[in-house]
């Protein structure tokens, strides 16, 4: 069953803006503190931002200003709107708990900057 299921990534340029979302189990969305991660090639997985039930959010400083996690309760959904793309961003994108459980992780969705 999947818990987690990523999408709305894409090739943009520097500078450029995208939305990502997760669609995740109610289950799930209802009772953890959700976040985002990512992983750029070679480089480990890291965390991007979290939100909790009550939208308290936080980022990690590399996307502070320009990256805005957020949550719709009634969709069971998870986004993150990035603005100001920089080439540094490119990855794959996943959402998870945060702490994450390794069980949940998806495929994640393929972010690309790059003029």
């Known amino acids: 069953q999947v818990q987690m299921a990523e999408s709305g990534g894409g090739i943009v340029q520097p500078g450029g803006s995208l939305r990502v979302s997760c669609s995740v189990s109610?289950?799930?969305?209802?009772?953890?503190?959700m976040g985002w991660f990512r992983q750029a090639p070679g480089k480990q997985r890291e965390f991007v931002a979290q939100?909790?039930?009550?939208?308290?959010?936080k980022y990690a400083d590399s996307v502070k200003g320009r990256f805005a996690v957020s949550r719709d309760n009634a969709k069971n959904t998870l986004y993150l709107q990035m603005n100001d793309l920089k080439p540094e961003d490119t990855g794959v994108y996943y959402c998870?708990?945060?702490?994450?459980?390794?069980?949940?992780w998806g495929l994640g969705t393929q972010v690309t900057v790059s003029s």
């Open positions: 939100i909790t039930r009550r939208n308290i959010t």
């Open positions: 109610e289950y799930i969305f209802t009772r953890y503190i």
């Open positions: 998870n708990t945060n702490p994450p459980i390794p069980a949940y």
